[in-house]
Nanobody, 115 residues
Framework: QVQLVESGGGLVQPGGSLRLSCAASGSSIRRYFMGWFRQAPGKQRELVAGITIGHSTNFADSVKGRFTISRDNAKNTVYLQMNSLKAEDTAVYYC?????????WGQGTQVTVSS
């Protein structure tokens, strides 16, 4: 099963940008659907963005036009580029992988949007 480690979170002002990275090990991500979820305090975990094996992407309505997801299979890494960040984007962001036989989660990285 693939292991996932997120990085790139932090504190950013409203309107700023961050790029999250998810480094995978133990298995190639080539055969995995990859996604980014987030969970804010008191709220359920939600899918923010996903990217298929064929590089098709989907996004939550709340982040469309602001976030992009990409994958570099050669580096075994998935990225989430977040622009025009808002206070409501504050959450712990989790990387997710699913190959149809099982799923894996990273430990999460905190993103805080505040002035």
């Amino acid at each position: 099963q693939v292991q996932l480690v997120e990085s790139g979170g932090g504190l950013v002002q409203p309107g700023g940008s961050l790029r999250l990275s998810c480094a995978a090990s133990g298995s190639s991500i080539r055969r995995y659907f990859m996604g980014w979820f987030r969970q804010a305090p008191g709220k359920q975990r939600e899918l923010v963005a996903g990217i298929t094996i064929g590089h098709s992407t989907n996004f939550a309505d709340s982040v469309k036009g602001r976030f992009t997801i990409s994958r570099d299979n050669a580096k075994n890494t998935v990225y989430l580029q977040m622009n025009s960040l808002k206070a409501e984007d504050t959450a712990v962001y989790y990387c997710y992988a699913d190959d149809g036989h099982g799923e894996s989660w990273g430990q999460g990285t905190q993103v805080t949007v505040s002035s």
